[in-house]
């Protein structure tokens, strides 16, 4: 049988493949260390294991034990953001921790190492953005992301390890983290309202994204090990029609069945206009954006309604504090 192993399987995209990986009939290893993540989230066929990827000797021993033939690797603080003020914390989670497992796949001959990356590599590029263009990343989230998609570039040629490497963008969805105040923005606007708070908006709200549903996501990311085309490739992978801000709370408060209500506050350092062209993953994986924005928010809120707020997460590791934005100032505990 087929063994994988998941990484940030606790988590919102991560619990995704594993459902997709058990349902290929794969046998599914999960590694979490619930950080942002919740142990409910895991399919209960998988084996979960708590732990962390910076703990280089659990790592090895789950390799040791398991011989994995695939690593989808989705264990990351995504939070583009706050990266700027949390430096060695950002640094630590997304790049020693994937060296961590990339080093256990090369002396462990896995056959492919899956890679989720980030459009937050291209930084303000051309739009949109395409895989053949240089990355200038404009935080330090996206400078590890990209040090570990050229990580595995080189431990390629120099080991052989196969690795596909995917730049997701704006994924919302079922089981997405919405007590995290300093990411996920679809999650923020769905907890301000219900808790009957205004939705706050960075800057005019005019910035725009294209906001991606994990179910058109994720069947495409565990299928690529099948093909070895793919192999040695990067891809952008979402949604192709971007929207502003402003349009994303509408969507929300609509599907909550609310009142549009919006508190703007300055706005911050980030990329003004974000999305990407998906010709390369449609033409080599078949990939199709099929899930529209009323489609998947809707979806999500109707998930919402039906769990239970748990306490929004505080943040206990910043590094730097000035220019730090007013608003995230009551999530940080020292």
Not at 32 to 40: A, P, R, W
Not at 187 to 208: A, C, S, W, Y
Request: glycine letters at 6%; aromatic letters at 10%; hydrophobic letters at 40%.
């Amino acid at each position: 049988m087929t063994k994988v192993l998941v990484t940030g399987c606790a988590g919102f995209m991560g619990s995704h493949v594993v459902d997709e990986c058990l349902a290929k009939g794969y046998e599914v290893i999960g590694l979490d260390d619930l950080s942002g993540g919740y142990e409910e989230n895991v399919n209960s066929d998988a084996t979960f294991v708590r732990g962390d990827i910076l703990d280089h000797d659990l790592v090895e021993s789950l390799f040791e034990q398991h011989q994995f033939d695939y690593v989808y690797h989705l264990a990351a603080y995504a939070a583009e953001g706050l990266s700027q003020f949390i430096k060695r914390y950002n640094y630590n989670n997304n790049l020693i921790g994937s060296v961590n497992l990339i080093n256990a796949a090369v002396r462990h001959k896995c056959k492919c190492f899956v890679f989720t990356s980030s459009i937050a590599v291209y930084g303000t590029n051309q739009l949109p953005m395409t895989e053949d263009m240089i990355p200038q990343p404009e935080d330090s989230y996206g400078i590890a992301k990209l040090s570990v998609e050229q990580e595995l570039k080189v431990t390629h040629e120099m080991f052989g390890l196969n690795y596909v490497i995917f730049r997701p963008h704006n994924v919302y969805g079922v089981r997405q983290n919405i007590s995290d105040p300093f990411r996920n923005v679809i999650g923020i606007f769905m907890r301000k309202i219900l808790e009957e708070q205004p939705m706050t908006v960075f800057g005019d709200g005019e910035q725009t994204r294209a906001f991606t549903c994990v179910r058109d996501v994720t069947p495409i990311l565990v299928s690529s090990v099948e093909k070895q085309e793919a192999y040695q490739n990067t891809f952008n992978i979402g949604a192709s029609k971007p929207y502003s801000v402003n349009e994303l709370a509408q969507e929300v408060a609509a599907a909550l069945g609310k009142e549009l209500q919006v508190e703007h506050l300055p706005a911050r350092n980030e990329v003004v206009h974000a999305y990407a062209d998906h010709a390369k993953v449609e033409k080599i994986l078949g990939y199709k954006d099929t899930v529209s924005l009323k489609e998947g928010i809707r979806e999500m809120a109707e998930w919402v309604r039906t769990i239970e707020l748990k306490p929004t997460k505080s943040f206990t590791s910043i590094e730097i504090e000035e220019k730090l934005p007013p608003v995230w100032k009551q999530y940080i505990t020292s």
